[in-house]
């Protein structure tokens, strides 16, 4: 099994529905993360958690919430999706250092129309 | 804040040949850790190479090596002996190294360079 694994691996919703994607990990890391990925931008950090008390913005967190519900889980969600979330999302875990970078997961493709 | 650059969003190599992938950064920190991650077509994005500002050495990982300049923050890699399984996604990250609190301890990426190889 996947140290970092995310569900679903493709998505494709409509406009205005609420939808959750999920993040599991068997490494024991503290740490976190979503990120966004969209071409010719990179990857851009949503929300951060270094544990289930502690969750933080990121750059691009508008229009998206998450929630920590144990250690090995956290999951993204959008209250209401709109054509522009329309990307890659990456959950990614570190240690608590955070110096050996991320694991990542195989990514969730969400197309909204 | 820092800052990641890659300046080639595309670049192209033959097989059996060496390619080099550039990454500036903008910090204003001493000690930092940067990194590579391949993202090929599968969209897996897998840690290529690491290296800790503080040391000199350059990190080497079988045919891929970084140019890591610290005064010039520059932190290029060289793949050498392309194959075809080299064609991906490249990104260049920074992390910093002095302190584990707040943000400092998430990885600032560049926008990538998408490489292709030719066989």
């Known amino acids: 099994d996947a140290d970092v694994t995310q569900t679903p691996r493709n998505r494709i919703t409509k406009t205005g529905k609420r939808i959750m994607l999920e993040c599991s990990q068997t490494k024991g890391h503290d740490r976190m993360y979503w990120y966004r990925q969209d071409p010719g931008l990179g990857l851009r950090l949503i929300y951060y958690?270094?544990?289930?008390?502690?969750?933080n913005k990121g750059e691009i967190s508008d229009g998206y919430s998450v929630s920590r519900q144990a250690q090995a889980k956290f999951s993204l969600s959008l209250e209401s999706a709109i054509p522009n979330q329309t990307a890659l999302y990456f959950c990614?875990?570190?240690?608590?250092?955070?110096?050996?970078?991320?694991?990542f997961g195989s990514g969730t493709r969400l197309t909204v129309v | 804040a820092q800052t990641v650059t890659q300046s080639q969003p595309e670049m192209s190599v033959q097989e059996a040949e060496t390619v080099t992938l550039s990454c500036t950064y903008d910090t204003s920190e001493s000690d930092y850790y940067l990194f590579w991650y391949k993202q090929p077509p599968s969209r897996q994005m897998i840690l290529v190479i690491r290296q800790e500002a503080y040391k000199q050495q350059n990190a080497t990982e079988n045919r891929f090596s970084v140019n890591f300049q610290k005064a010039a923050k520059s932190f290029s890699l060289k793949i050498s002996d392309s194959q075809l399984g080299d064609a991906a996604m490249y990104f260049c990250a920074y992390r910093s190294a002095e302190g584990y609190g707040g943000s400092q301890g998430n990885l600032i990426f560049g926008k990538g360079t998408k490489l292709s190889v030719k066989p």
């Open positions: 958690s270094f544990d289930v008390k502690d969750i």
């Open positions: 990614a875990t570190s240690d608590w250092t955070g110096s050996y970078g991320y694991t």
